[in-house]
């Protein structure tokens, strides 16, 4: 009962003159005690106050309030601290509390809790464990032995915050058991702190879990203030998820289909996509109509159609599929980007080179025609290179256009592949008609 008057008294005193310092005694008082203090203060104090007391602690007593007192001091604090106080209030209590806010601070508010989808601000969670950098280690290892009677948050990690609740360091769990018990947690902490925006998006997130294998990633405003961490273990769910979701847009479906979702739901997911590689493959059909007329006077040429093209297909495929997780996993930048298009240009043309022999070969032994051989080995090179090339170029560019480079990419390439395929084969075979013969 003592400590609890002292600290109503140092409250008090302080309220105005150091609100930091009456801040640091409001987080020893029992919430409900907290708030009854802080009924005694007008708005605009209790607001300056509760400015430099922790989110999860402003929230717990502002939520012992009635909702229009707790409106009332809310609009009253910094928009950034507000929203971050927002975020940790029940659902009931801010359902009650948002029609009391005026509008311009719910827009403001609504703005900052707003992140866009796969960011790291829709993947964090507040569930994460701060101390002020002038906290002892004895401080706070009371504090998480308290803690841990109830439930401690998954994390390994404890953050160090100012009194701006601006993000200081880190604390590793081991360095905090083994250091002096009176030294402040300062200077205990990792100063140099991996940290992200909320709108860091999720491809950066992976690229950052798998080169730094942290268990967290601490997440801050504009302002440098801790408002959330991400667990690796979301952002690996997260990846899985996306995973599945690309390759279902790879191929033209849809990423909300699942494996039992309603027959209608798959086909107006399915059908849009299905009449694109419908006009895709006219398109295709086109290039041998062409030739029709051409391929009736040598039906041979019909055989090593589908052969050329499949072929095509299936090496594009392989450069789509490395291209589009090198893009998940930031290995692929717009600085680098050309170079890979070269790189598998290269690639295309060494396989062509070499699954073109073979096909070449087996053409002449098959057909007993050394130029067939050579029409057919030209077509394979040149089809293999234009794999490569569509392979990398297609999910590059629909990348700057602002597209999912997954998005039914494995549509447009075989488009691509069947066309060259098709026109190559069939264009050398038409000059060289006189060795068919």
């Known amino acids: 009962m003592k400590k609890k008057e002292a600290a109503i008294e140092i409250v008090k005193r302080f309220i105005q003159t150091d609100p930091v310092k009456a801040a640091l005694a409001l987080e020893t008082l029992p919430p409900k005690d907290a708030a009854q203090l802080l009924r005694d203060l007008p708005p605009a104090v209790a607001a300056q106050a509760l400015e430099h007391v922790p989110p999860t602690e402003a929230s717990a007593v502002l939520e012992s309030h009635l909702p229009r007192e707790a409106a009332e001091i809310l609009r009253r604090t910094g928009k950034y601290h507000a929203a971050d106080i927002f975020r940790r209030f029940r659902p009931d209590f801010s359902k009650a509390v948002i029609p009391l806010l005026d509008q311009e601070f719910s ?126 273990k979301n952002i690996i769910a997260s990846t899985e998820e996306e ?15 699942r494996a039992f979702s309603p027959a209608w739901f798959k086909i107006t997911r399915r059908l849009p996509w299905l009449t694109v590689n419908l006009a895709t493959a006219f398109l295709a059909g086109s290039v041998v109509a062409l030739f029709e007329g051409f391929i009736a006077k040598f039906a041979v040429l019909a055989v090593f159609l589908p052969i050329i093209a499949g072929q095509g297909g299936n090496a594009g495929t392989q450069t789509l599929a490395v291209v589009i997780r090198g893009m998940l996993m930031r290995e692929i930048t717009p600085h680098n980007a050309w170079q890979l298009v070269r790189t598998e240009i290269f690639v295309g043309f060494v396989n062509g080179a070499a699954t073109g022999l073979l096909t070449a070969a087996a053409a002449w032994l098959w057909k007993g025609n050394a130029w067939l051989g050579v029409i057919v080995g030209v077509a394979m090179v040149v089809n293999m290179v234009a794999a490569g090339l569509a392979g990398a170029m297609i999910p590059v560019l629909m990348k700057r256009m602002g597209y999912d480079p997954a998005h039914s990419s494995g549509i447009f390439l075989t488009t691509v592949t069947d066309v060259v395929g098709f026109f190559a084969f069939l264009s050398t075979a038409w000059l060289l008609q006189g060795r068919l013969s």
């Open 243 to 257: 995973a599945t979701e690309d390759m279902q847009i790879l191929f033209g479906a849809s990423a909300e289909e």
């Open 107 to 232: 827009r403001d508010m609504a703005e900052i809790l707003a992140y866009p989808r796969d960011s790291a601000g829709r993947m964090m969670t507040t569930d994460f464990l701060a101390f002020r950098a002038d906290a002892r280690v004895r401080d706070v290892a009371t504090r998480l032995r308290q803690i841990a009677r109830r439930q401690l948050p998954a994390a390994s990690y404890c953050y160090v915050v100012d009194h701006d609740n601006a993000l200081q360091g880190v604390l590793n769990m081991r360095d905090l058991l083994l250091a002096p018990q009176d030294a402040p947690v300062s200077e205990v902490m990792i100063k140099d702190v991996v940290k992200v925006s909320p709108f860091t998006d999720r491809e950066e997130l992976v690229a950052i879990a798998a080169r730094k294998h942290y268990l967290a990633v601490p997440v801050t405003d504009g302002s440098g203030r801790l408002i959330g961490i991400v667990n690796t």
